[in-house]
RNA sequence: GCAGCAGUAGCUCAGUUGGUUAGAGCACUAGUUUGUGGAACUAGGGGUCGGUGGUUCGAAUCCACCCUGCUGUACCA
């Protein structure tokens, strides 16, 4: 904690939690809109649910500790322990669970929500950020694993990205699954440990992954972390195995032959798609971005992927008797648009307002007047809010990046004819009121 | 959590053989004769040098501990 001098309250930030300004939430307005468009093409019902659950409804584990906080924030009122969500996967099989009877089967539902980690955040990554989910309960159908990638390619496009900025990397557990029962590794602990190495290799390559699988893995930093401890020629059946370039499980044999109806073919058959969770049973999928992004000192930073999902067919089971088989996939907003933002070629408008100076408090009718005309046409204008010399009021316009000022004192009024200065080329106008919106709209 | 590095004004930083009231650039405020911005000039505000304790006649500068941040690594249901 800072400590501010006399006591004040901090003006930091608490770790991992940002303020966001105007040119990222306009990007970020725009990225929802085309989500928002997209999923009423492909059907989907939006749907929201509150921030926080009963910390055992979204953790997979119940609190056995005084404080559940592993990862994520909870208090507790009165009886109960609360949790904000950290993802908005664990919520819908908890909705899908409570209104099982009443909702239609399969259920496509998506969903816009800002979800919490109470983890170490990392370059680009936060402690509270926005997630867009997408998902299929109730259905096995691959159709829906193969639409879910073709329609988050849509929503890129849609965007503004291109075909060679973004790829979509799929695999399946399957895969991995077989592995482990041809290798008769039957221990739950060796199994994760094994697929969180084989997710680490396009950050740490094979011979990295290698170590992990065995003995074990010491970092540039001297940490040592514990591997996976597999018999070497296990290690090296794997590799065998996810290197080969085309899948050879029935899922993913029959979800590449939808991407084909489909047309579609920005993607990449990738086994060392993982996802680090425990739940996925079938097909898991990644998007990753493909040109460089930097983080604010211009050095170009491991983006890794924006998102990702896959089937998970055991998750709202949890909840209660019901099959519910699932696919889906959640796409990290923030991230999306923190990439957007870096695009030379992307621009968003930021509208803002001409500014009206104010030379005399007595003539706020006729400011007031020349405003209702120009708002009633549109136009964004605003009366300089303040008293200052107009000095400063020019300063302020500039700080604002207004377009232009209207210029209406005591000579003006006189008249009846304003003068409009252009704040881009400094060029200045007296002009009849009535002129006034179309010359604004030149300017804007 | 573990490991490495770092912590001087709002921001970027300078300031070691320890020594007078701690500096610069940018930003900010006021002004350069009273109706004009983005340039220039002048003046000004702002820091108990991350914190606490210690060594010393004397510490931003040395030592110890703590806190915070960055990077890597782990975890991320």
Known sequence: MKKEKNNKPSKELPLGFVDRQEKELLIRD??????????????????ETPSFEYTESIGKFLPDAERPD?????????????SLRYDLT????????????????????????????????????????????????????????????VMISEILEKCGLKKTDYIIKISSR??????????????????????????KIDRLGWDGVKELLGAGRKDKSGDFTKGANLKSQDIQTIEETLKKKSPESEDLIEILKIFKDYNFSNFEFDPSIIRGLEYYTGATFEVNLKFDVTN?????????????????????????????PATGISIGLDRLVYALMQKKEFKIKQSKPVVICVFDKKAM????????ILRKAGVSVEIYPGESKLKKQMEY?????????????????????????NLGSGKEKTIEVKELVNEIKKII
Do not use: H
Not at 30 to 47: A, C, D, T
Not at 365 to 372: D, F, G, N
């Open 296 to 324: 604010n000192k211009g050095q170009v930073i491991q983006f890794g992927s924006i998102g990702g999902g896959g089937r998970y067919d055991n998750l709202v089971n949890n909840f209660g008797n019901y099959d519910a």
């Open 70 to 82: 592993q990862g994520v924030f909870s208090f507790k009122d009165e009886n109960n322990w609360l």
């Open 365 to 372: 009718k006729e400011y007031i007047s020349l405003q209702m």
């Open 174 to 199: 399957k895969i991995t699954e077989e592995l482990f029962k041809k290798l008769n590794i039957n221990d739950n602990n060796q199994r994760l440990t094994t697929l969180r190495a084989l997710d």
């Open 90 to 149: 664990a919520p819908l099989a908890r909705y899908v669970a409570k209104n099982y009877l009443e909702i239609p089967k399969p259920f496509k539902r998506y969903q816009l929500g800002t979800v919490w980690r109470n983890e170490k955040p990392g370059p680009g990554r936060f402690r509270e950020f926005l997630q867009f989910d997408a998902d299929f309960v109730g259905t096995k159908s691959l159709q829906a694993d193969a639409e879910l990638c």
């Open 30 to 47: 725009f990225v929802i809109s085309n989500i928002k468009e997209i999923m009423i093409k492909y059907g989907f019902q939006y749907l």
């Open 397 to 421: 316009a500039n700080k604002i990046k207004s377009p232009a000022v209207i210029l209406y004192g005591e000579n003006e009024i006189k008249s009846g004819k304003p003068t409009l200065r």
